[in-house]
């Protein structure tokens, strides 16, 4: 995650702003924040019925739809099975892309192309899921200079936010081996077996995967420990889930 103290680029300093998964819960989202703000955003999807087809994991795809100077914010979720092709292609051409990510593996394959989009003009803002925003928002706002922790936690409303992304998103982490900040590290333990419990909030979190270990001791090198637990929000599903983590088999 790249954070950026500078604001979205102003139209005329641009080509396009282009939307990639603008069905979405999230993608959704952003265009009608840009048009609120005055942008003329244009809203991708695989598709027809929006201003523009696009799959983002197709190259031919993406160079018809694509041009130089363009502004891709890519909502196309679940981050998890994605590739860098979108990426790959967006440097080639000279576009800038701002991905809504809250994948680990996904972050740590899109850091790896930082020196192809520097090289080329390129800015990519990795990682910036409405989560990774909050926490790095949370030690910015904490003043501690070198914040040694961070302990996420999320009860969704899942009334609002429950999508086929969001639930591949939340699945990728139930049983399956997953990756955690803890002791100035990156470790791999089992996710959704381990629970937090948060007295000030009387819940119960089960651990899970975020980018946020990865992508915040980036940006604040003294974090040794970064970690993210999730309350499902919907009553025994946490319960549940659980179990199936603890048996492979299901």
Known sequence: MVLARQPLPQQNSVNRIIIAGARGFFGSAVVRILRAEGYVPLAASRRPGRDLMLDVEDSASIRSVIRTRDVIVDATAPFQTRTATLVEEAIAIGA????LSDSLSYARLISTRDKAARNRGVRLLNACS????????????????????LHGFLAPATRRTAS???????????????????????????????????????????????????????????????????????????????????????
């Open 96 to 99: 800038d892309v701002v991905d």
């Open 130 to 149: 409405s989560i990774s925003v909050l926490s790095a928002f949370a030690i910015e706002r904490s003043g501690i200079r070198d914040p040694i922790a």
């Open 164 to 250: 086929q992304g969001v639930a591949e998103s939340l699945l990728a982490s139930v049983g399956r081996p997953i990756t955690v900040r803890r002791d100035g590290g990156l470790r791999d333990v089992q996710g959704w077996v381990e629970t937090h419990h948060f007295p000030a909030l009387r819940r119960r979190g089960w651990l899970t995967e975020m980018a946020d270990a990865f992508t915040l001791p980036r940006a604040y090198p003294s974090l040794e420990n970064v970690d993210f637990w999730v309350d499902p929000n919907t009553r025994g599903a946490g319960a549940l889930l659980e179990i199936v983590a603890r048996m492979p088999a299901l």
